[in-house]
């Protein structure tokens, strides 16, 4: 099973550390924020981990692969983008690699700027059970915080509805960006993208293929960190370094 990284974006709303230095190689706790993200892949130890950039910050991700000296096989994927104007998106991307590297599925996918202590066999876990798409959840416990996330409302272990930041939350399961798509899921994916479908956001497809398909979800606790900005960043080093 191969695992994906997603690592593509320009992170303007971190600069200025982001802009000669990609968000995902960021420093965090003494290394590169990437190495975290590769560390939690371990538990499902993946054939390969494809990390997908964009054109512009390659030679800095190339740099990382080549000082790699831990046990997952890294390859880089290279999207085309140099600029935010012209980013794909977390799904353009996905698009783009699924389709260049002829990937049908089963695989794990994680945001590279995902920070957590979760143990994600436990994903593996479920889609060995029920051969479905697993979605890993966080349970944010607070409703007002809901608003600000993705929300996933449930029936047992199946996912029934995906909402980005609804004003009135069913419930306070965020949806982390670690997800494990099966081979229906990779399916549901092109379906997905030849109607026309958003390719920005995860949670665009997520929402499509909840109302559609029969989803799963593993709900997580403890810690995670989904770092988009100077105040999550400074978060999630003062998690890692305590």
Aim: aromatic fraction near 10%.
């Amino acid at each position: 099973m191969d695992s994906i990284v997603l690592a593509g974006g320009f992170a303007k709303r971190m600069l200025p550390l982001t802009e000669k230095t990609p968000k995902q190689l960021l420093d965090v706790a003494g290394k590169p924020m990437l190495s975290h993200v590769l560390h939690s892949l371990e538990s499902v130890s993946p054939d390969r981990v494809i990390v997908s950039v964009n054109s512009f910050f390659a030679p800095n991700f190339n740099k990382f692969v080549e000082g790699y000296e831990g046990p997952l096989n890294l390859q880089l994927f290279v999207e085309s983008s140099n600029s935010e104007d012209e980013k794909l998106g977390a799904l353009g991307a996905l698009n783009l690699l699924f389709n260049e590297l002829s990937i049908t599925g089963p695989v794990i996918i994680a945001g590279g700027d995902n920070l957590s202590d979760f143990d994600l066999s436990r994903m593996l876990t479920q889609s060995d059970k029920t051969q479905r798409d697993v979605i890993g959840l966080y349970d944010v416990e607070d409703y007002e915080l809901a608003k600000l996330y993705g929300i996933a409302e449930i029936d047992g272990d199946r996912i029934v509805d995906f909402i980005e930041k609804p004003a009135e939350p069913e419930s306070t399961l965020a949806a982390t960006a670690y997800w494990l798509l099966s081979e229906d899921g990779v399916s549901n994916f092109f379906e997905y993208i030849n109607s026309g479908g958003d390719r920005d956001a995860l949670g665009n497809f997520l929402a499509w293929n909840v109302r559609r398909n029969d989803v799963r979800c593993v709900s997580f606790r403890g810690n995670w960190y989904d770092i988009g900005d100077l105040e999550s960043y400074k978060a999630a080093q003062k998690w890692l370094t305590n």
